[in-house]
C-alpha cells in the first residue's frame, strides 16, 4: 500500500482536496478565480504566519 499525497484548497471557504498539482490549480482557477486578493488567502499555515509576521511588522511601525 502506498501513500497517496493530496493538496488542501487554500481557499478558507473550501475543503476541496485535490489528487495532484494539476488538479488542484484547475480547481483554483475555476472556482477561486481572483481570491487570492483576499487578506485571508491562502489559508495555509505558511499563509497565516506570514500574516501574523506582517501584523507584526505593521505595529511596529506605530
Not at 500500500?1 to 485535490?18: E, G, H, L, R
Request: overall charge negative.
Amino acid at each position: 500500500m502506498t501513500d497517496a499525497k493530496t493538496y488542501d484548497c487554500p481557499s478558507p471557504d473550501c475543503s476541496f482536496i485535490a489528487g495532484g498539482i494539476a488538479e488542484l490549480t484547475e480547481h483554483i482557477n475555476t472556482t477561486h478565480p481572483g481570491e487570492y486578493k483576499r487578506e485571508d488567502w491562502p489559508d495555509t499555515e505558511a499563509g497565516r504566519a506570514t500574516r501574523e509576521r506582517d501584523r507584526g511588522d505593521e505595529n511596529d511601525e506605530e
